[in-house]
């Protein structure tokens, strides 16, 4: 399985560049609401988050529509809100069984988005086998929760069944843009349910099934430090984890 994995990570290296940014090339938009002033409290969380870096991979935009799938706190939610603006919009979509466990994550962020300055946020929680958004989408993005599809409290559900799903949300030129915390290489969905990990050949494998493209990584929430062996929440790596970054696209 590991002499697999390489070969097709490999082929997948070619077929979409990891990208960098720098302070001189992230757009304005991005600098803007990453500096904004009600996210001081955020300034730690960025050092390791590199939001500016992550927004500009996946290309959000003014008048772009997200939807962002299991937004937990909403921090990334924010950042979607203020970059795409009063001209659109921001689903940020819990399934219902994750919402059981969550909580009270989806009622704060209804209440947010009753907000002035957040009106263009609607929360939407619906069953885990069945994601869908209301109109067609530019950007469905999801940080550290792919892996949990497989579990047993999400059903479990298929994350091929997800794949395909958010292909029929997105808009042509769309991208589905995924972080998550990085498993054993050649592992599989082996250790979604104990470490909360996922091997990002799988990944790999079951986005690009459902008709996506590889269109890119970064390299920015890497974490050399971290052997993949330990459960996502133990305090030696709980926040710092080695996290990979893919991005795909929907051609047609």
Known sequence: MKHVAFALG???A???PVRSTTPDNLPAYVVKAVAAGDRRDQAETDKRRHPAEILALAGVKPGDTVAELIPGSGYYTRLFSKIVGPTGHVFAIWPAEYDKVSHPDSDNLIALSKTKAYANITVLIEPAKDFSTPVPVNLVFTSLNYHDYPDKFM???DPAILDQQVFKALRAGGSFFIIDHMAQEGSGLRDTETLHRIDPWIVKRQVMAAGF???GST?????????HTKPVFDPSVRGHTDQFVLKFRKSY
């Not at 390299?219 to 052997?227: E, G, I, S």
């Open 14 to 16: 070619l077929a979409g």
């Open 219 to 227: 390299a920015v929430l890497r974490n050399v430090t971290d052997d």
């Open 213 to 215: 493209m590889y269109a």
């Open 155 to 157: 059903g479990p559900t």
């Open 10 to 12: 490999a082929v997948l």
